[in-house]
């Protein structure tokens, strides 16, 4: 990790600053289709109409149709919409709160794959500890997704900087290889300790150098 060249740290957010629950996402469906939770779990992917929803093309509306057709499974909008916003989870406060300290020494922002539901509950809910960030890059807002490389090129354009600059830290290896291939320094952090264990590596640097 070349620490001289970071400019900015660019955080993916569910998963590495907010918890996510994606079990309790299938959970909620499958009792709501009738459908064994093993057998939801092992219909899913992530398809098309998934990812056009997170990159603004598509409606909610949308999506459920797509993933009716993709799972076979018929089931009302409005369970479909209570089971999708079980995913959003609650701020790791000793992440944030490291976060925090860091964004005296360098600007942080964050990187997310969402969509307009679950943006409506993270601004929200989270809407304090969130504030840290000088943005947030939703993939819907901006119409690009990770872990395409477009997608990092055109967030550190908005950033202002040069990819090389940048350190990116998220929870997905596929996300992490695609900043990587975009010039970007990044981090896979599957675990909440690994997002605490780099953070604190970092602000150990920065505090460093400042002294």
């Known amino acids: 990790m070349d620490y001289e060249r970071i400019e900015l740290v660019l955080f993916d957010m569910g998963g590495v600053v907010v918890s996510v629950h994606p079990r309790r ?64 989870g609650q701020p790791f406060q000793d992440v944030l709160q490291l976060v925090q300290r860091l964004a005296s020494e360098l600007p942080v922002y964050c990187f997310t794959n969402s969509n307009p539901e679950h943006e409506s509950i993270w601004a929200n809910n989270c809407k304090e500890e969130l504030s840290v960030f000088r943005a947030v890059f939703n993939s819907s807002t901006i119409g690009l997704r990770k872990p395409d490389v477009d997608a990092f090129l055109n967030v550190s354009i908005r950033m ?12 997905n290896r596929e996300n992490v290889r695609g900043a990587i291939e975009s010039g970007m320094q990044a981090l896979h952090v ?22």
């Open 25 to 88: 996402v299938f959970r909620h469906w499958a009792q709501a289709s009738g459908v064994r939770f093993e057998e939801f779990v092992g219909r899913w992917s992530i398809e098309q109409h998934y990812k056009d929803y997170e990159t603004g093309r598509t409606s909610f509306e949308q999506l459920v149709d797509g993933l009716n057709n993709q799972l076979g499974i018929g089931m009302s909008i409005d369970d479909w919409k209570i089971g999708w916003n079980e995913l959003v």
């Open 190 to 211: 599957p675990r909440k300790a690994d997002t605490i264990e780099a953070l604190s590596a970092l602000l150990q640097f920065t505090s460093g150098r400042r002294a």
């Open 160 to 171: 202002e900087t040069s990819p090389s600059r940048v350190l990116f830290l998220d929870d």
